[in-house]
């Protein structure tokens, strides 16, 4: 539960800078200050952290926030309602464990369906809102493993069959995490994934494709919709590096590993801004004048960021070096 908080916390800092960037829009950035909220509600977590920030003009300075500024404000009002239901929220100025500076959060699980709605406001600054609704429990039907060779390197391709409702646009996150072990510390690394041999995991469409650069991911979060889906299920192949699974770690005690495979269901507008940012790094020669830019996504009314709820669930395997035999040379 505690990487979970972590992972949350590495993307709201995320979220920050990349709020802050001219990719938001120049007209947006030249306009007057206002507030940045984030905040990512789920059913895994009993404790939902409130990120509420302030913009800076980008006229009053070449960066808009500055390492102070990126701390939460204080003295803020904010309003968080669960299906209606208004719910305390609490504020800490320190660092925490599960929190950085100035934190706003709220205690208490949340149930698939609730519908959550955050209104906040600072003097000085015009008041946001944002809402969201925490999407149903994605299911994994079961996980295959089978071994690759291609460009004199060994892959590990794991088969991961999920349900989807084909009468209704869901979108998905998934993230692979390798667990390995060196006495009794534990230790937990996010693999990369090859998305070669999985079109759901593919920018189709973009110049990327045409100049055949990398597909690039936010934080191994390999998100996707369920377009090229024509059934109630699917299956994404996944290929990971052999010598990444095993050697990354030199420290771990043998060649077993212990494998998570996550699978979240996402909102769209989770979905969308997280699109937005792997849009950004993907369109890097947009600078060039070689491809488009892609403004951040904005769903908060009155300022800017996002509030997006997932759920996720958990399929743990334990793998072994030398384990499966080459099946398929490309």
Do not use: W
């Not at 952290?49 to 102070?68: D, F, G, K």
């Not at 920018?203 to 059934?231: K, V």
């Not at 969308?272 to 904005?298: C, M, V, W």
Request: aromatic letters at 10%; hydrophobic letters at 35%.
């Amino acid at each position: 539960m505690k990487r979970n908080h972590i992972q949350i916390l590495a993307l709201i800092a995320t979220m920050i800078c990349c709020a802050c960037s001219n990719e938001v829009g120049l007209d947006e950035l030249k306009a007057a200050p206002k507030l940045v909220l984030y905040c990512f509600p789920n059913v895994d977590n009993d404790t939902t952290i409130i990120s509420l920030t302030a913009s800076r003009p980008m006229y009053q300075n070449s960066l808009m926030v500055s390492s102070n500024d990126m701390y939460g404000v204080r003295d803020a009002h904010i309003t968080y309602t669960v299906n209606g239901e208004k719910q305390t929220v609490f504020f800490t100025e320190e660092k925490t464990d599960l929190m950085p500076p100035r934190s706003y959060y709220v205690i208490g699980h949340h149930q698939v369906g609730d519908h959550v709605r955050i209104e906040a406001s600072v003097e000085g600054l015009p008041s946001v809102q944002a809402e969201t609704v925490i999407p149903d429990m994605p299911f994994i039907h079961e996980v295959k493993q089978v071994m690759i060779h291609r460009d004199n390197q060994n892959f590990r391709q794991f088969q991961v069959t999920i349900a989807d409702n084909p009468n209704a646009d869901d979108f998905y996150a998934i993230r692979l995490e390798m667990e390995s072990s060196n006495d009794s510390i534990i230790t937990i690394t996010t693999a990369t994934i090859n998305t070669d041999d999985e079109p759901a995991l593919k920018a189709g469409g973009s110049i990327d494709d045409l100049l055949d650069d990398e597909n690039t991911f936010y934080g191994q979060f390999y998100i996707f919709n369920d377009d090229t889906f024509n059934d109630n299920r699917y299956t994404l192949h996944l290929n990971v590096n052999e010598h990444d699974i095993f050697h990354a770690n030199m420290d771990a005690d043998d060649a077993t590993r212990k494998v998570h495979v996550k699978l979240y269901k996402i909102t769209p507008a989770y979905f969308r801004f997280i699109k937005s940012i792997n849009d950004q790094t993907n369109y890097e020669l947009g600078e060039y004048g070689l491809a488009p830019t892609s403004p951040t996504f904005n769903q908060v009314d009155g300022g800017l960021g996002v509030v997006g709820g997932f759920n996720m669930t958990e399929h743990v395997m334990t793998i072994t070096q030398n384990d499966l035999s080459n099946s398929n040379d490309k």
